[in-house]
């Protein structure tokens, strides 16, 4: 770890400071996990191995609980499983999520020492549990959960304190990191990171983390130099500074004190009204559209989450319609809008309408955040895809490009994201070249290829922009 130095960060404890300059998308560190475990809701549909979504997989035949791709995963995960397997058999069932996460811990440390690599910077004994700062409803279900875990827990493997096990409990609770499928576009698991665990929180952060073939890279979003602290976002910088900072002190007990949460930075644009011809509205009749803005948004969760998509277009579109004129293009409730209503007419297969509203969602991120935000690139890449379908082949191409790029910095060239924006990269502009050579021929070949093979279903909206804005696991 010689890119990195320990060191006493005022105000916020200890934290990491670079050893050299870096720039634009170097890898400063990559750190496997110390353990990691599928999420209880995927546990039949995730390689408890590889963390890789597949169709059919193979099921443990002693527990009947851990699945994998094959032989091979199965072979690849027994370190892991083995003591996991004879204590689930035992117990008689299988426990949540944050008791196997901690068991597995636990088993680790009990195997490897606190340390379990020369490139590990800090032993779990060193890091805050946060214990003391909980509030009644959530100490009382962590104490369930230490309960549950005695039980659990093996008799003939190492016992420890109940101080020791609570102290890793809290560990995992404010510092556990969401671990994604192959792709990196959805959450599947959590583990523990011990050297990530030292990177502060900034709202506007000068590091992303991401997820890569197994290990957790911290990437540079910009130029960083020589003794700078490093540090990354916590929360999506898309909320105000007031929730941003409600946020981090329920979920991770601190105040921040960034430069955007001081001075408040762009909360302005993210409530402002929309200026016509140098005429703004009233700050009445911003308000106004603003709580019927928020108002719908409750009303679109919950058709969503009943699957009524029909009845989520109609919500979005009677609220845009009354809101538009009124709020700004950064506004964050219509950027909500914007963004769903484009997830859900492209599931639809509405896709001239998905790619108006994907791109005016674009364009408002872009005035938001920062301009290497993985958000940003995700979104950009969704805007990009929606527009080549509804066969905008120059805007389609243009903001696959723009996708391209940031996901360079906040990805890496060997990330399957990227791979798959850089195929999409080549495609589009192939493409591009035979509409700029003659638009005729090139949209009777498009729609005869369509003919011939017709746009399957998408898969169901849930917005790939979320997995990157909740990176960091916090138990709900």
Same mark, same amino acid.
């Given at each position: 770890m010689e890119n990195v130095t320990i060191f006493d960060s005022p105000g916020k404890g200890r934290? #990491?400071?670079?050893?050299?300059?870096?720039?634009?998308?170097?890898?400063?560190?990559?750190?496997?996990?110390?353990?990691a475990v599928v999420f209880d809701s995927l546990a039949e549909r995730i390689c408890h191995s590889c963390f890789r979504r597949q169709e059919k997989l193979q099921r443990c035949g002693q527990c009947k609980f851990a699945h994998y791709c094959d032989r091979t995963c199965q072979r690849a995960g027994w370190a892991e499983h083995k003591q996991e397997c004879s204590a689930i058999k035992a117990y008689g069932k299988v426990p949540n999520e944050n008791i196997r996460l901690v068991a597995r811990i636990m088993w680790r440390l009990d195997k490897d020492g606190s340390v379990v690599s020369d490139m590990q910077l800090t032993t779990l004994d060193e890091l805050e549990d946060h214990i003391a700062d909980m509030q009644e409803d959530e100490l009382k279900e962590f104490k369930v959960d230490i309960h549950n875990f005695l039980d659990y827990w093996p008799r003939n493997s190492k016992q420890h304190t109940i101080d020791d096990i609570s102290h890793i409990f809290g560990v995992v609770n404010c510092n556990g990191f969401s671990v994604s499928d192959q792709r990196g576009l959805q959450a599947v698991g959590?583990?523990?990171?011990?050297?990530?665990?030292?990177?502060?929180?900034?709202?506007?952060?000068?590091?992303?983390?991401?997820?890569?073939?197994?290990?957790?890279?911290? *990437?540079?979003?910009?130029?960083?130099?020589?003794?700078?602290?490093l540090?990354?976002?916590?929360?999506?910088?898309?909320?105000?500074?007031?929730?941003?900072?409600?946020?981090?002190?329920?979920?991770?007990?601190?105040?921040?004190?960034?430069?955007?949460?001081?001075n408040r930075i762009k909360d302005d644009l993210k409530l402002a009204g929309r200026e016509t011809d140098g005429v703004k509205p009233s700050e009445e009749q911003v308000k106004e559209a603003t709580d019927y803005c928020f108002e719908m #948004?409750?009303?679109?969760?919950?058709? *969503? #989450?009943?699957?009524?998509?029909?009845?989520?277009v109609k919500i979005c579109k009677d609220c845009i319609k009354k809101t538009e004129p009124v709020l700004a293009d950064t506004h964050i409730y219509?950027? *909500?809008?914007?963004?769903? #209503?484009?997830?859900?007419?492209?599931?639809?297969?509405?896709?001239?309408?998905?790619?108006?509203?994907?791109?005016?969602?674009?364009?408002?991120?872009?005035?938001?955040?920062?301009?290497?935000?993985?958000?940003?690139?995700?979104?950009?890449?969704?805007?990009?895809?929606?527009?080549?379908?509804?066969?905008?082949?120059?805007?389609g191409h243009g903001m696959i490009c723009k996708?391209?790029?940031?996901?360079?910095?906040?990805?890496?060239?060997t990330h399957p994201i990227t791979k798959d924006l850089e195929a999409m990269r080549v495609q589009t502009e192939m493409e591009l070249r035979m509409f700029k050579q003659n638009e005729y021929v090139y949209h009777s070949m498009r729609d005869a290829a369509l003919k011939n093979k017709p746009m399957t279903m998408m898969h169901e909206p849930k917005a790939v922009e979320e997995g990157i804005k909740n990176l960091f696991h916090r138990r709900k």
């Open positions: 934290g #990491l400071k670079a050893n050299k300059e870096f720039w634009a998308g170097d890898i400063i560190f990559s750190e496997p996990s110390l353990a959590v583990g523990l990171f011990p050297n990530l665990c030292l990177v502060n929180h900034d709202c506007w952060p000068n590091c992303t983390v991401i997820l890569n073939h197994g290990k957790i890279e911290l *990437r540079s979003l910009g130029k960083i130099e020589e003794g700078q602290e540090t990354v976002s916590y929360v999506d910088f898309l909320n105000l500074s007031e929730e941003r900072q409600r946020l981090l002190k329920t979920q991770y007990f601190f105040d921040c004190t960034c430069e955007h949460c001081k #948004l409750e009303k679109m969760d919950k058709a *969503r #989450l009943n699957g009524d998509y029909h009845e989520v219509l950027l *909500r809008m914007w963004s769903t #209503l484009s997830e859900v007419q492209a599931y639809l297969q509405y896709f001239n309408d998905a790619a108006d509203y994907a791109r005016k969602m674009v364009e408002g991120y872009m005035k938001l955040y920062h301009p290497n935000n993985a958000v940003l690139g995700m979104a950009a890449m969704r805007a990009g895809v929606t527009h080549w379908q509804a066969g905008e082949i120059e805007i996708a391209y790029a940031i996901l360079m910095v906040t990805h890496g060239p």
